[in-house]
């Protein structure tokens, strides 16, 4: 692939469908090679590669600056787990792997009501869903729980009064993301998982024919 020819929107919309439980890569490998991008297309494909290729390691690394900042502050650590969740949310494997963890928690519990946790029922017409399947969480849209999280993590964000906390510990955050992203020579493993990804994603929309 070649990412200095990949939009900001089709970054995001590949971190929202990729799948996110892949373990982090080592931090031998995170800390390996930097070097200064030679021109500025070299750090837009750089930093895009990077940010694909290291997503769950700057996500833990986002985490733990923002867990420093928030010690003295249980409320805001609250404040911080909900909007983490509303945001993982958005993400297709995230929302569909939690829906389905919770729904057979519950199914142990009560059936009945695990039952009616279930996605409603996409029509099938010839091999094809009559519309783009959207994503559901214990039965309900999407969007209600990324609505209730956010709702309750902003209530909980002006009690505690860690708002301009966060709003530190979150740019401190981004610049050290970015840095990496930018200084980090992408290796042969990034570029062969981008292929692999894209054959998945391929091979995934053959199937759904």
């Known amino acids: 692939m070649d990412w200095g020819n990949v939009t900001a929107e089709d970054l995001i919309d590949a971190l929202r469908e990729v799948d ?33 290729y290291y997503r769950t390691n700057y996500f ?3 985490v733990l600056i923002l867990g420093l900042g928030f010690l ?10 909900l909007t983490a969740l509303s945001i993982a949310f958005l993400n297709d494997s995230f929302a569909s792997t939690f829906s389905e963890k919770v729904t057979r928690t ?12 279930r996605p409603p029922f996409t029509p099938v017409i010839r091999g094809r869903s009559s519309a783009k399947r959207a994503v559901h969480i214990c039965g309900r849209p ?7 999280f956010s709702s309750v993590s ?41 292929f692999r990804e894209e054959f998945r994603a391929v091979w995934r929309n053959y199937r759904e024919l």
Do not use: D
């Open 60 to 62: 833990i690394l986002i």
């Open 106 to 117: 519950v199914r142990q519990f009560s059936p009945h009501l695990a039952a009616k946790m």
């Open 72 to 81: 003295r502050r249980p409320l805001a650590i609250l404040a911080a787990i």
């Open 20 to 52: 996110w439980s892949s373990p982090p890569r080592p931090l031998s490998e995170f800390f390996s090679r930097f070097s200064v991008p030679r021109s500025f297309a070299k750090w837009n494909s750089r930093l895009k590669c990077n940010l694909y």
């Open 154 to 194: 902003f209530i909980l964000w002006y009690v505690s009064c860690g708002l301009l906390t966060v709003l530190w510990a979150l740019a401190i955050a981004l610049l050290a993301t970015v840095l990496h992203a930018s200084f980090r020579t992408p290796n042969l493993k990034a570029r062969l998982n981008t």
């Open 142 to 148: 999407r969007w209600v729980f990324v609505f209730l």
